[in-house]
């Protein structure tokens, strides 16, 4: 029985442990009941782990998962660290089927995620995962041998490991008032927050609010900016009341005042929800910033992170998704194919192309006298420096975009000053202005090199002058300007960015520079395992669904001194299993 008042943090924690245990026990149990139908798999080969002789660890092999949509419906089974399995040499339906046999099954738990061989059809797959079991495998257990899911326990051990932590307990005594004395507001800050945040926050986003709505917001961006002590809310209200909307201008403001911000909910389709509205919140303040084009909208500081599957990406969350923006980091940041080498290449071009032309054109006339002297056809050399110019800008302005348009998509807005930001909006318009004016040029070679090669005088000598000329001044004019923003922003970049594109280490990155993360509660577990600046605000969405123990996890995050949790009692409440 979980009491109703503690005498500690360790007390209130403590309490929590035997229920979790009986929950896990019990959750197992019923799923022992009833097996038919779920995942399971023929074992190819089992090796002992070498690294970890007598640790009960070891690789496994199986062909292809039977039942593969059984659990969760339309998305296809695959093992996921924490994956508990039973082993044996049957496939069991019911709980009766694990003591017909006479022999102990023993259990299995994920402790890597699976790996995949090529393959063309279900038969042709060949699944590889590492796993701790309960006993050793025998090696008369080894043939025939099948694993068989039965529940990841992800969540539960999660809960556990928080519970036992003992982090950051700021939010936790707050909540507990272990104490039991009334806290009032801070005196020393509430003189001073309403002239500090205001300005700071988009004005128009409050007006879609009423007033008791827009007390919450406010009343909340006050104590976020309290050092001297934590805070706890509890925005409640029934269905209806706008809760979602409130906490969605909420995390808004809190991004825009660039506190860093941790939204959390039960599960991932909640958490989903709640990005897609900001989101569209943001896109909302970019088009009145920008206009309807809103290419330059910087989507660095929100980033989701949780299981791809079950969060149903669309095209918008796709943007903001971690793995999606580690794909994207990781072409970007490839030494030979990223966005350095594309400004160099640009930068190189604009500097040098009618040298660049010349080696081309020696290259192509050395190619045609080897032609010539093998089969005889003496045919002519045509590549004009206009017509080379086109095709080489062509060639290269595509990829440049592409990392340009990445940069300022997929970057925290800190790493990027907001003149670097401007800057590459500002190339991408003069690239795409200077691809027009070239493609509707009909310079002779002789002016065209002029154009490649002259001083900046150039330009003011032509104004004025004829048709040919003037549109060459301004092929000039955005040729020297897309030189200087390229060498800026290349210059000022450089030593910013990482030049690594390892996967985990692109996932820190993005981690730890951005301003607003979603996850599930579970999920911000991985958090506590990243170096990374403290966040300063939890906000827990839903929170009636959640059990109460697995609130500690994000709650115990490093330094993080505030929380708000929504929800209303008129939600389902989370589901506990236990006798």
């Avoid at 309490?15 to 799923?31: A, Q, V």
């Avoid at 940069?407 to 807005?413: A, V």
């Avoid at 970049?493 to 993005?510: K, Q």
Wanted: aromatic share 8%; glycine share 4%; with cysteine.
């Amino acid at each position: 029985m979980i009491p109703k008042r503690f005498e500690s943090v360790q007390h209130y924690l403590g309490s929590f442990t035997m229920p979790l245990l009986e929950e896990t026990r019990m959750e197992i149990c019923s799923r022992m009941e009833f097996m038919s139908g779920v995942p399971h798999a023929e074992v190819i080969s089992v090796e002992e782990s070498m690294l970890h002789g007598g640790s009960f660890l070891y690789h496994i092999k199986v062909d292809y998962w039977r039942h593969r949509y059984g659990v969760y419906g339309k998305e296809p089974y695959t093992p996921k660290p924490l994956d508990l399995f039973i082993l044996g040499d049957t496939v069991p339906e019911v709980a009766s089927d694990l003591q017909r046999f006479g022999s102990s099954w023993p259990l299995a738990s994920v402790v890597e995620d699976a790996k995949e061989s090529d393959y063309v059809g279900d038969e042709d797959r060949v699944i590889c995962f590492q796993v701790k079991t309960s006993k050793p495998i025998k090696m008369e257990m080894r043939k025939p041998l099948f694993v068989v899911f039965l529940v990841n326990l992800a969540t539960n051990t999660r809960t556990w490991k928080a519970l036992h932590m003992f982090r950051n307990m700021n939010i936790i005594q707050e909540v507990l008032c272990v104490n039991y004395m009334v806290k009032e507001s801070c005196g020393l800050c509430s003189a001073e927050v309403d002239r500090i945040w205001a300005g700071k926050v988009y004005p128009h986003i409050l007006l879609d609010l009423n007033e008791s709505q827009r007390a919450v917001v406010l009343g909340t961006l006050s104590a976020v900016q309290c050092n001297h002590r934590s805070s706890a809310k509890l925005v409640w209200g029934p269905p209806g009341t706008g809760k979602t909307k409130t906490i969605s201008i909420l995390l808004y403001s809190l991004l825009s005042m660039n506190y860093r911000t941790l939204a959390c909910a039960p599960n991932n389709i909640a958490v989903a929800e709640l990005a897609l509205r900001i989101l569209n919140l943001h896109k909302d303040a970019c088009e009145s910033d920008l206009g309807k084009n809103t290419s330059g909208c910087s989507l660095g500081d929100i980033l989701l992170f949780g299981n791809f599957n079950r969060l149903e990406i669309c095209a918008d969350l796709g943007k903001v998704y971690v793995d999606y923006r580690v794909d994207s980091l990781v072409e970007c940041f490839a030494p030979l194919t990223g966005w350095k080498k594309h400004f160099d290449s640009m930068v190189d071009f604009l500097e040098d192309c009618v040298s660049q032309h010349r080696i081309v054109l020696e290259n192509e006339i050395i190619t045609k006298v080897h032609v010539t002297e093998k089969i005889g056809n003496n045919s002519e050399v045509d590549m004009s420096l206009l017509k080379f110019a086109k095709d080489r800008f062509r060639a290269l302005v595509v990829p440049l975009k592409r990392s340009i348009r990445i940069l300022c998509t997929h970057l925290p807005k800190r790493l990027i000053s907001p003149d670097n930001f401007e800057k590459m909006v500002t190339i991408s318009g003069l690239l795409e202005s200077f691809d027009i004016l070239l493609s509707q040029s009909q310079v002779a070679d002789k002016e065209f090199v002029e154009l490649f090669a002259r001083q900046e005088s150039f330009c003011k000598e032509a104004q004025g002058s004829g048709a040919t000329n003037h549109n060459s001044a301004k092929l000039y004019k955005m040729r020297i300007e897309s030189l200087q923003a390229l060498r800026s922003v290349r210059h000022s970049l450089g030593d910013r960015l990482p030049s690594s594109t390892n996967r985990s280490i692109l996932t820190e990155f993005c981690l730890k520079n951005s301003f607003l993360i979603f996850s599930t509660v579970s999920s911000s577990y991985n958090l506590h395992e990243i170096d990374m600046k403290p966040l300063d605000f939890l906000v827990i969405d839903e929170a009636a669904q959640l059990k109460e123990c697995e609130s500690v996890i994000p709650m115990q995050l490093e330094a993080i001194r505030h929380a708000v949790l929504i929800g209303d009692e008129c939600q389902p409440q989370a589901r506990v299993k236990s006798r």
